[in-house]
């Protein structure tokens, strides 16, 4: 059930705008998986730049933009509008666009509806928040190895470099990032909104409207309530569409209305979460942020976070193992950051995945639906079954790949190398199918890199190597792939019960098959997960 959304107006003046009491939020996927870094798609004017584009397929019988028409128009290659529609499909808010729903083939010719092609072509300016300090640089030093073998080369790197270089880097919190995403969104509105307007006869004023349709594709951007994507309708909450006729198309609305109006409601939903943040900084009981992750470096700082709209956050898991099910989580995205030396299992169907700031770890991601984004790791295996994956500033990593789509390699990545999927669990199939991944296919081995410079980071970029491509992945060697075996217990169990011996064998089979365990667990320094994993 949708959130209410209760308009409240202010009683000393009448003609004031009624202003949602519910917070508008960003959508937080597109700026997390939807910036790609295209130098041809940073458009210093992007009303300037999307215009043509606009007026081109703005009649009705062409409202949708294929992958040719696309790279003509924005003169990028033929594999940059593929990856264009894919990304854009991965972070699309409805779930009815023919694009999410595409199969593989089809993509490039149903295309992107317009409207979300240009707000998604828009935010290619946005620049992230700057990476915060970790507010216990001890405890990270304590996990993080002393020596690389990139030591030599980071150490010749000038001191920006080497923060752009360097993989202890930690996330803003999501308070901050999404009152950075409003305040963008509040600066760049008016140009969003002539973007989406139609023009028509009449006084200058009032020559741009927005219809009611055109309306709802704000919703890429801006959402209501703590739902996700299936939040409430930005119609339903704006009081110059909320009562119209459901049978009758609902009158276009002035640009400069709807404006006014967005611009109060950003502004009053930016005063309740810096006063949130204001608040936790102080140290207040009442400033508890659901959204920013736990720091403690324990299992137990992993958590699930209790609204749809918020990750599940496992954060600063070290020395130690970690386990989330699909019954253990109520969100439908996860965040796992500053993980070291550890292994994480993540087995249930999600939409979104960010791997961020982990060493010397293995992480297990059962069925990733829409994207993975992994940032900032060193010498950690991933084993992911998703639609798409990005990987960006790593180094000496493997991922192990299910994925329907490319791996998009971007940014400062060094010594990586990628091989096929390479586990199984028992609901693995069911997930696969429940999130639209195509199990049949799988181009693990068809890499797409692009540029070494991220023109979304805040950090200003060296000089002379904004044409640098990023360092692509290799193949593992064949005879270093093995299964990563995650058998049960049970299995096992069901084995010796079905085993033609006698009973008494059978006791004795178990029992040298628990000596032997025993003995390997130890051997192999793995009986510290087993201890972390009964702890659980």
């Given at each position: 059930?949708a ?22 939020h ?10 790609l ?90 620049k ?27 150490s ?36 969003i909104?002539?973007?989406l307007s ?37 119609s ?19 640009v ?26 102080n140290?207040?009981?009442s ?41 253990d ?72 790949l ?10 400062d990545?060094?010594?990586l ?31 797409l ?8 980071d ?23 792939l ?7 217990l ?5 084995m ?12 004795e ?28």
């Amino acid at each position: 059930m949708a959130d209410p959304i209760e308009p409240s107006t202010s009683s000393s003046d009448p003609n004031s705008i009624p202003i949602p009491t519910a917070i508008l939020h960003p959508r937080r996927e597109p700026f997390e998986h939807g910036l790609l870094t295209i130098q041809k798609l940073i458009f210093n004017d992007p009303v300037q730049a999307l215009t043509p584009l606009k007026q081109k397929f703005a009649s009705p019988s062409t409202q949708r933009v294929d992958s040719a028409a696309l790279a003509e128009l924005l003169q990028i290659s033929f594999d940059h509008s593929r990856l264009v529609l894919e990304t854009l499909a991965s972070v699309l808010h409805s779930e009815s666009d023919p694009l999410v729903t595409a199969l593989p083939d089809d993509v490039d010719s149903i295309g992107a509806d317009l409207r979300d092609l240009i707000l998604f072509l828009y935010i290619q300016s946005y620049k992230r928040l700057l990476p915060r300090s970790h507010k216990d640089s001890a405890a990270v030093a304590d996990v993080w190895p002393s020596m690389s073998a990139f030591d030599g080369y980071l150490s010749a790197l000038s001191p920006l470099q080497l923060v752009r270089s360097n993989s202890r880097r930690y996330m803003p919190s999501q308070a901050d990032e999404e009152a950075h995403q409003l305040s963008y969104l509040q600066k760049h509105l008016a140009n969003i909104l002539s973007l989406l307007s139609e023009h028509v006869e009449g006084e200058s004023e009032e020559s741009l409207v927005l219809t009611m349709e055109g309306f709802e594709h704000l919703g890429f951007l801006i959402q209501f309530g703590d739902k996700g994507s299936g939040g409430v309708p930005l119609s339903q909450a704006a009081p110059f569409f909320a009562n119209s006729d459901p049978d009758m198309p609902a009158a276009p609305v002035p640009v400069s209305q709807v404006h006014d109006w967005l611009l109060q409601t950003i502004a009053s939903s930016l005063e309740s979460i810096t006063e949130k943040v204001s608040a936790k900084e102080n140290g207040s009981p009442s400033g508890s942020d659901q959204d920013i992750a736990m720091a403690d470096a324990s299992p137990s700082s992993a958590k699930a976070s209790p609204s749809a709209r918020s990750p599940c956050f496992v954060e600063g898991v070290s020395k130690s193992s970690y386990v989330k099910q699909a019954s253990d989580l109520k969100s439908s995205s996860v965040k796992v950051i500053n993980c070291h030396d550890s292994t994480i299992y993540i087995l249930a169907p999600l939409r979104y995945a960010i791997i961020y700031g982990c060493s010397d770890a293995t992480i297990v991601l059962g069925a990733v639906g829409k994207a993975v984004r992994v940032e900032h790791c060193e010498r950690v295996h991933v084993i992911i079954a998703a639609k798409r994956v990005c990987i960006a500033n790593c180094r000496e990593c493997v991922f192990f790949l299910g994925v329907n789509q490319r791996p998009l390699f971007v940014g400062d990545n060094h010594k990586l190398q990628v091989a096929p999927y390479n586990t199984y669990y028992s609901q693995l199939e069911e997930h696969l199918t429940e999130v639209g991944i195509v199990s049949t296919i799988n181009r693990w081995d068809e890499a797409l890199s692009i540029s070494v410079i991220d023109p979304h980071d805040s950090l200003s970029h060296p000089a002379g190597v904004s044409d640098a491509q990023s360092e692509s992945a290799t193949c593992l060697d064949p005879d270093q792939l093995t299964n990563f075996l995650q058998k049960n217990l049970s299995e096992i169990k069901q084995m010796l019960r079905e085993a033609p011996l006698e009973e008494n064998w059978k006791r004795e089979l178990s029992s040298a098959l628990h000596v032997y365990f025993k003995d390997w667990l130890y051997a192999s320094g793995n009986i510290r997960q087993l201890y972390c994993l009964q702890g659980d």
